[in-house]
Nanobody, 115 residues
Framework: QVQLVESGGGLVQPGGSLRLSCAAS????????LDWYRQAPGNQREWVAS???????EYAGSVKGRFTISEDSANDAVYLQINSLKPEDTAVYYC?????????WGRGTRVTVSP
């Protein structure tokens, strides 16, 4: 398994931005795919964005154009830049890695969007 630690969450006003980070305990070039998920209060966890080893990215429709996923091989990290935040983006954001055929999850970082 790989250990994942998210950071960068916080309280932000609508329209604001945050950059979430996910630090991995292994070389991220050895990870097949890295994903961001989120779970809002009372809701199921939902997929937000993915980046594959080849650098291909995909986004959920609700965040496309506002969120950007990227990876940093030098620091074994993946980032989620979130712009134009809306109250409905309030959630705990989780990083997930598929490593050697097994999923690993971080503990999440909380994002609250409120005036």
């Amino acid at each position: 398994q790989v250990q994942l630690v998210e950071s960068g969450g916080g309280l932000v006003q609508p329209g604001g931005s945050l950059r979430l980070s996910c630090a991995a305990s292994v070389n991220i070039d050895s990870i097949n795919a890295l994903d961001w998920y989120r779970q809002a209060p009372g809701n199921q966890r939902e997929w937000v964005a993915s980046i594959t080893r080849g650098g291909r990215t995909e986004y959920a429709g609700s965040v496309k154009g506002r969120f950007t996923i990227s990876e940093d091989s030098a620091n074994d990290a993946v980032y989620l830049q979130i712009n134009s935040l809306k109250p409905e983006d309030t959630a705990v954001y989780y990083c997930k890695a598929m490593y050697r055929g097994l999923p690993s999850w971080g503990r999440g970082t909380r994002v609250t969007v409120s005036p």
